[in-house]
């Protein structure tokens, strides 16, 4: 069916209605064999909190923006190649329903459908489409992905230390090893992590130790390089990470 539509004047039109909504500021989509499966709103949950997000799936990306004017206007695209793509189920909590986190290489987050149903078509035609891309690549799927970032609220105090409490001096930060909220003292050293950034970013102290442990051997690029942001937040430069 995919290959059916690659070359429709349906498809064609589909697309050029997309890269239209994100304007000059959004990437050219339209490219030989491209197919939009599928678009719908997905509450992305975001650092601050969660935020509506406008999703389009494709045979081989996966595309989301901030919605301006549903179904007119778009800003701030993500383009995810979905080869790197692995997705898994999140257990229901709270208000907090029908989710499943998108894990790549690069950046990994959580997502939450409106319904059980839209849930399961979302990681369905997502399955389905990753699952292609590998067969015909003949790839084996990411094994590496991005810690989830824990969200601002869910720590009231350093998730290392346990001691350090947040306050609008003492600011969150997150590691990039592993996700979690830590306070400037426990996450003052960076590390090179080149899937992730060609410059090395802040890792908490415990992972900056196992990291270093395991790259002992390595180029010195490597090492540690300490931050001096002045009192703020290295995090608010990340893409979406202060939403």
């Known amino acids: 069916m995919v290959d059916r539509l ?3 004047e349906a ?5 050029g209605f997309v890269e239209a909504c994100f304007g000059t500021a959004g990437q050219p989509l339209a490219i030989p064999g491209r197919v939009l499966i ?8 975001c650092r601050k909190k969660p935020k509506a997000r406008q999703f389009f799936l ?20 993500h383009i995810i190649p979905l080869e790197s793509v692995t997705i898994d189920t999140v257990d229901d909590e709270g208000e907090l329903r029908n989710g499943w986190l998108i894990k790549t290489p690069t950046k990994s987050f959580a997502v939450y459908a409106a319904t059980a149903t839209e849930k399961s078509e979302w990681m369905s035609h997502i399955s389905k489409c990753v699952s292609d891309l590998l ?9 590496e992905h991005a810690a989830v970032w824990v969200p601002d609220s869910e720590a009231t105090v350093c998730m290392r230390c346990q001691k350090m409490k947040f306050t609008p001096v003492n600011r969150r930060h997150h590691c990039r090893k592993c996700g979690f909220v830590v306070c400037g003292p426990c996450s003052e050293k960076k590390f090179l992590l080149p899937s992730q950034s060609s410059k090395p970013v802040r890792v908490c102290e415990f ?8 790259a002992s051997h390595s180029d010195s690029r490597h090492g540690l390089e300490y931050s001096s942001n002045n009192g703020m937040s290295d995090d608010d430069d990340e893409d979406d990470s202060s939403d």
């Open 6 to 8: 690659a070359n429709s």
């Open 58 to 77: 494709f045979n081989d990306i996966l595309v989301y923006g901030n919605i301006v004017i549903l179904k007119k206007k778009y800003n701030k695209q």
């Open 38 to 45: 599928g678009e719908g709103v997905l509450t992305k949950l």
């Open 11 to 15: 498809n064609s039109k589909r697309i």
């Open 135 to 143: 067969e015909k690549s003949g790839k084996s799927p990411t094994g």
């Open 207 to 214: 992972c900056y130790k196992q990291l270093s442990t395991g």
